[in-house]
């Protein structure tokens, strides 16, 4: 990030460490919770060198987010655990060490973005650790100048309360939060689960720029344009390193096991597998979809070359096509006349809507991020009613994009069980089953993993039997591979069912594989609605919206032409 971020003077960034030392290490280094019956980590060996930059991948509940607080102390310091082995950074033992030794050296950003923020404008938010590091008041006014340009923040935003903004815009306040400082290291859990394509790709470039100073420890489950700036791939599993390497080699040689396990790979890792059934791998691993269909041009290749790659790419793209269009679908579930939507306390987002929702039908709300997608699915859902203009409809149940909010019981068995009321008692054990939960049922809703607390709140919305319309918001957002398989399950159960469905998501990719029904946001309006596979493959139209085409248009597109 070389010229965008950096400390300016009269403030010397921290100094670096030296090329051939290690800015972290991990020895044998082992985390259990307290009443948990297994080491959430460990025992783990690991060097992170300067300059690097490493993707740590794993399952949800694999303890990728506790290995990275380990790293910076907050646990235990933070949060209870009993920690075995030795962490050091930048040459120094963590456990004789306080959190805060680390601060502008270290930037983290956590997983929830809410963990990051206080509450304040968005300017106070971002000069936050500049102003616990001393910096002068005049540096401070540039770098927060420079940091939300960065990360794609409109000026007009200084002055707005952190608590006002959508889910997608507390994330990038929080990104430029933890950018500004300029540390040495970086270390970012999930930083591009909430953010539209758009923001991902910026957010991407930003941490793919290469400083020999800087070294970048990210965990994310977006890897599509993030991969390529990867230079080690880390997978874990059950707290436990299984598998290490460049992400080229890394993703050809575990395709399988990463399947197995319900982790992701970057979309072009299942095009290769497929290839190499038939016998036409390139020779360095893809780590994109061009990369691995350029040497595949229909018009040069032998009729019988062509053959077999049009079945790999046929298999491939099965995982990925869209839904047929329904016909028929029910009757209105929820319908919004000349609506104005605004969130709570918040600003008119959304006007003069005119959007009606039917039974059976699966709808997905895109756009930007700050578009007013989770207003429209509050109003929808009759959580947040119109300033202007009519609903019609029952209430609906929600999914919020932060899943804490939903919890109230002291267990997930309890939760469950009171989404589930009045539906029999075989039900909650039934969904607890379905939704990877059992295991966990006698836990706190709070002590899960991200993941697993998305899918806790995702389970508590398909237990209640009684709503005809179900509103998603960021359904996918920390789910493992497996997760969102369940989540695309969940939703296809309740359109047969007979329930409406709306699915606010910046998954380009799975809303063009789940959604029948497209409805973009932008400029405080509906810019269109109608069938998604045409309406995602709408390039022009997708801009003005500040999204991008499903990254699997490339292996479509190839299929046309190979006829």
């Not at 050091?88 to 950003?109: C, I, N, T, Y």
Request: hydrophobic letters at 50%; aromatic letters at 4%; glycine letters at 10%.
């Amino acid at each position: 990030m070389t010229g965008v971020l950096r400390q300016p003077e009269p403030a010397a960034p921290p100094a670096a460490p030296a090329a051939d030392c290690e800015v972290a290490r991990f020895e044998d280094f082992a985390v259990r919770y307290p009443y948990a019956g297994a080491r959430a980590v460990g025992p783990v060996d690991l060097a992170l060198r300067p300059g690097e930059h490493v993707l740590l991948l794993g399952a949800s509940g694999s303890g990728k987010s506790t290995l990275l607080l380990g790293l910076t102390g907050l646990v235990p310091a933070s949060i209870p655990a009993t920690v075995e082995g030795r962490v050091e950074l930048f040459g120094v033992d963590v456990a004789g060490s306080r959190p805060s030794d680390g601060a502008g050296r270290v930037a983290q950003f956590f997983q929830d973005a809410d963990q990051t923020l206080c509450g304040m404008r968005v300017v106070d938010e971002i000069a936050f650790a500049a102003e616990n590091l001393a910096w002068p008041e005049t540096a401070i006014h540039a770098a927060v100048d420079r940091a939300m340009a960065a990360v794609g923040l409109p000026a007009s935003f200084r002055n707005r309360r952190s608590a006002t903004l959508s889910g997608g815009e507390k994330q990038l306040v929080a990104l430029a939060a933890t950018l500004m400082p300029d540390a040495p290291l970086i270390v970012c859990d999930e930083p591009a689960a909430s953010l539209s394509p758009a923001a991902a790709s910026r957010l991407h470039a930003l941490l793919g720029r290469r400083r020999p100073d800087r070294t970048v420890l990210v965990v994310d489950h977006r890897l599509d344009g993030l991969v390529e700036a990867i230079d080690r791939v880390i997978v874990l599993d059950e707290g436990r390193v299984i598998a290490e390497g460049e992400p080229r080699s890394l993703f050809r040689d575990h395709h399988a096991t990463l399947e197995r396990l319900g982790i992701w790979s970057p979309l072009a890792s299942g095009l290769d597998a497929e290839l190499t059934r038939q016998g036409l791998a390139p020779e360095v691993a893809p780590l994109s979809l061009e990369e691995a269909l350029t040497p595949l041009d229909p018009a040069l290749l032998a009729p019988e070359k062509l053959a077999r790659a049009r079945e790999a790419v046929a298999a491939f793209v099965t995982r990925h096509q869209p839904p047929a269009v329904g016909e028929g679908e029910g009757d209105i579930v929820a319908a919004l006349d000349g609506a104005s939507c605004a969130p709570f306390l918040g600003p008119v987002v959304l006007e003069r809507v005119d959007l009606t929702i039917r039974a059976g039908e699966v709808v997905g709300l895109l756009g930007a991020n700050g578009a007013g997608k989770s207003t429209l699915g509050f109003v929808l859902a009759g959580l947040l009613r119109p300033k202007a203009g009519r609903r019609s409809g029952a209430t609906g149940v929600v999914s919020f994009q932060n899943p804490e909010v939903q919890f109230t019981a002291g267990t997930v068995a309890e939760e469950v069980e009171r989404a589930a009321a009045g539906g029999g008692d075989a039900i909650p054990a039934a969904i607890l089953a379905e939704w990877g939960l059992s295991a966990l049922a006698a836990r706190h809703p709070f002590e899960l993993s991200q993941g697993e607390k998305r899918r806790l709140a995702l389970a508590m919305v398909a237990a209640d039997r009684r709503a005809r319309l179900v509103v998603l918001d960021e359904p996918l957002a920390g789910l493992d591979r497996r997760g969102a398989a369940i989540v695309a399950a969940a939703i296809e159960a309740f359109r047969a069912e007979g329930r409406a469905v709306v699915v606010v998501t910046h998954d380009m990719d799975f809303a063009f594989s789940t959604c029948r029904r497209a409805v973009l946001l932008g400029d405080g309006r509906i810019l269109a609605d109608g069938p998604a596979a045409s309406l995602l493959r709408d390039e022009g139209l997708l801009a003005a919206a500040g999204l991008a085409p499903p990254r699997i248009l490339p292996a479509l597109d190839w299929l046309e032409r190979a006829g």
